[in-house]
């Protein structure tokens, strides 16, 4: 190692000292990321944006594999739309953050800065489906949301950050399901091909399962501090949402049914999991595929 490099790696905090302190280190010595004026927000860098770059097409390539097209939906959502689901709001409720005036005047309704886009895409779908031929519905959108989040870290856990979040609507509970299952396998094989990250999947429990959802299934990584990082999820909403927000078609029998929904997403969370659990003591350490340049061409710590 040159004089240079030890010089260097003696700002890393040692993993086996302080593991939260060394993944920050990491992060900001790497310039992947930096803390804005914004409490709870991060500017992602370019080196980090483009590690996001290269996951964002990994994995929008898999996406439209599977039959789904992007499309993109508004940031600010009315608060009575919101309201129509009540354990969709109120899992929501305390990260909200709402826009109330536009410029001087005070907004007759307040607005939703997106945390996530059920309720909008749902009014939308309601409006766009009238037939069992209409379906399914297979959209995607890359977007950011915003949830105000009371404890921050750097890409884990962010006020403002950015996803591709799925959002269908099936003609039968067994499709819906099948859909659920699906993506799920997407994540993992992206996972696991793409950020050489071993994952287990499997079904969250009542509590913790996606506020509005029928069942939630997600991917779970083990980071090198031994604790689990949720990498991704995919929500079988069953009929809830078409429910609320009256999503309905003509069946093959002539009959008005309810659609059968689900959402999935993954987010910038996932460069935080490959960090810890790839990198070491001398800094960031990335698989391949993911990486926006090679060998010693990085910056600073990446390898």
Known sequence: MSDKAAAFVKEITPRSEDFSRWYTDVIRRAELAD??????????????????????????RRIKETGHVNAYFPLLIPEGLLEKEAAHVEGFAPQVAWVTHGGDEK???????????????????????????DLPVLINQWANVVRWEKVTRLFLR?????????????????????????????????????????????????????????????IEALMGDGRALQAATSHNLGQNFAKVFDIT?????????????TSWGATTRLIGGVIMMHGDDSGLILPPRIAPVSGSDGPHSSR
């Open 35 to 60: 803390y804005s004026p914004v409490k709870g927000s991060m500017v992602i860098r370019p080196y980090g944006y483009a590690m996001w770059e290269l996951m964002q097409q990994a994995l929008d």
């Open 107 to 133: 907004l007759e309704e307040r607005l939703v800065v997106r945390p996530t886009s059920e309720a909008i895409i749902c009014t939308m779908y309601s409006k766009w489906i009238q037939s069992w031929r």
């Open 158 to 218: 962010t006020t403002e950050f950015l996803w591709q979040e799925g959002h269908t609507v099936h003609e039968t509970e067994e499709e819906a399901q099948k859909e659920t299952l699906k993506m799920l396998g997407v994540y993992k094989e992206f996972a696991e091909t793409e950020l050489a990250m071993p994952v287990l999947a499997g079904q969250k429990t009542e509590s913790e399962k996606f506020a509005g959802a029928a069942k939630t299934y997600s």
């Open 249 to 261: 078609f003509q069946g093959r029998d002539k009959t008005v049914q309810y659609g059968w929904q």
